[in-house]
């Protein structure tokens, strides 16, 4: 993707093409999508360089300031695959289960190395040139690479015939796939199908020299939930949040959803007041609970920027212009990292009222 002619070069789509083992409805569903094949957005100058960092083999990096929103880096994947392995033959009489569930994996390496022989030269030395961590559990070596390295696409794009988590896909870049994890993540991504491309951008203020992260685990999990999630990927978070004092770093991740809901909960009584009873300490709580999540390294969370509207709104309130257009715009280039409609408040405390149970909302990263 998008379309390539057999004579087709780098001149004509600097950019590249994704290698595709895709449905025919999925693929459908790509060529209908609005604007498809246009050209993905570009930053106005190259802001990161993939180099050496200790411990972590290659990482990214900013060469420039970075603001939150900010796009670092546009990119097609290298190849875009199921998310699971789709086995196309029955189990063969005699056949254990391990012995059904190696030979179907056989069998999809085999599938998939079609896909990887029809990159171009350039991207094919890219995708073998990616860690394998998967050396060890029957992968080889293209879905190691693909386990090791892929980038779910989200709910924005799977087979409609099979659903959300059995229609999923995965996608494998070159650059991208360089980022290391951290579960205080300063970058985020989000996948545009009509390019066919993801944007990487700043989910906080990033300064040159600072290496970009992206979390491969659930952030709001608990450190030890984190460290079972990061198992497979064959290495140990050092991030501050694994390495420090962990039990008040789990209180508050744990905890993110109902932290977040419950100021809402509280500022929705506050701002029912008359206006001479509304004193400072809705907005004192509010501006501790925000350091809080910025400290613990949480602004990639979709909740982040839900208390953020929360403290512009009590700034509105309390006639605060300027203060609140400030949390207004954090809000809005938030949005923009993510390159999606960002939760809302209304559509959170509908499912909060009706279930009168802040811990069961399910956070996102
Ligand atoms: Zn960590």
Redesign the pocket.
Known sequence: MPIRRLDSTYDEEPIGWSECFVTSSVKRQIHETAGFGRAPPQPERVNFRISPTPGMGLGMFATCSLKMGDLILSERPLIVVPVGIRADFRKPPGFTDEQYSQAALFEWEKNLEICVKRMFPENRKAFYALTNSHTEDGSGPVIGRIRTNGFGLGDGFYDKECGVTAGGYSATCDKMSRINH??RPNTTHSFDVASFSFQLRATRDIKPGDQLFYSYAEVSLSAAG?KQELAPYGFE?T?A??SGDTAKSDRIRTNLVSLVCDNRLQYDTWARKPRHLRDNKMLQSSLDLLSSLENEGLTSTPYYPLLVCTVSEIYTQLGDTENANLYLHRQEAWKTARNEEALTWDGILGKVKNKLNLSSLSPLI
């Open positions: 951290s579960c984190r978070c991030c949040s694994c």
